[in-house]
């Protein structure tokens, strides 16, 4: 079935840093949506960014993403990281062939350091 | 902005208990969801609704039943409570002409002891 791999569960990094958090999927169909959500302490997750077209760079608050449907990636990065990024990350795919249900990956907690 | 509220935001129950959790949206959308969040684990889907009347079982139905009465409406009932399901909650809402945008409730944060 669809899957959605997150490598890296937990990521600190200094303020001003680049972030680059990785996502990669596998899925049986050929025109997935990709989506990255954000959910900061004791809120509830909510969408940063989704992307649908091939190698279209996505972007929204500061961050940014592009689909490679030959690598299967979808990886959030940002050029400087603010202390007000840290917050869990969610990758997920949904798949317009199907059920239309959401994969989610198992999370990246993205700590900034001062 | 899409809507989705949750209620009750808090709840303390006792082992074997009934507990029920509410979710309500203002968004026309046919898809909702029961999501359960624990450190560690993510986000794990608990059930499904395609509509009103529908009901499908997600990854961890188990102790769990769900009701769809009406397109607005989507809860989450727990017969008989247990300390492992001890959580939050979260309800969501989706639009498949959006490819699936999920917009999540508050959250839930239900405690079994």
């Known amino acids: 079935g669809d899957s959605v791999t997150q490598t890296e569960g937990l990521v600190t990094l200094t303020e001003g840093l680049p972030v680059m958090l990785n996502c990669t999927y596998q899925?049986?169909?050929?025109?997935?949506?990709l989506f990255w959500y954000v959910q900061h302490l004791n809120e509830s997750p909510r969408l940063l960014l989704k992307s649908f077209t091939d190698n279209k760079r996505t972007e929204h608050q500061g961050f940014h993403a592009t689909l490679h449907k030959s690598s299967s990636s979808f990886h959030l990065q940002k050029s400087s990281a603010q202390l007000s990024d840290s917050a869990l990350y969610y990758c997920?795919?949904?798949?317009?062939?199907?059920?239309?249900?959401?994969?989610f990956g198992s999370g990246t907690q993205l700590t900034v350091m001062p | 902005e899409a809507a989705v509220t949750q209620s009750p935001r808090n709840k303390v129950a006792v082992t074997g208990g009934k507990v029920t959790l509410s979710c309500n949206q203002t968004n026309n959308h046919n898809n909702m969801y029961w999501y359960r969040q624990d450190t560690g684990h993510g986000l794990r889907l608990i059930h499904y609704s395609y509509g009103a009347g529908s009901t499908e079982k997600g990854d961890i139905p188990d102790g769990y039943k769900a009701s769809r009465p009406s397109q607005e409406n989507f809860s989450l009932i727990l017969e008989l409570a247990t300390p492992s399901q001890t959580s939050v909650y979260f309800c969501?809402?989706?639009?498949?002409?959006?490819?699936?945008?999920?917009?999540f409730g508050e959250g839930s944060r239900l405690i079994v002891v």
């Open positions: 969501a809402s989706g639009d498949k002409f959006s490819g699936n945008t999920l917009y």
């Open positions: 899925t049986i169909y050929s025109n997935p949506f």
């Open positions: 997920a795919l949904s798949e317009s062939s199907g059920s239309w249900q959401l994969i």
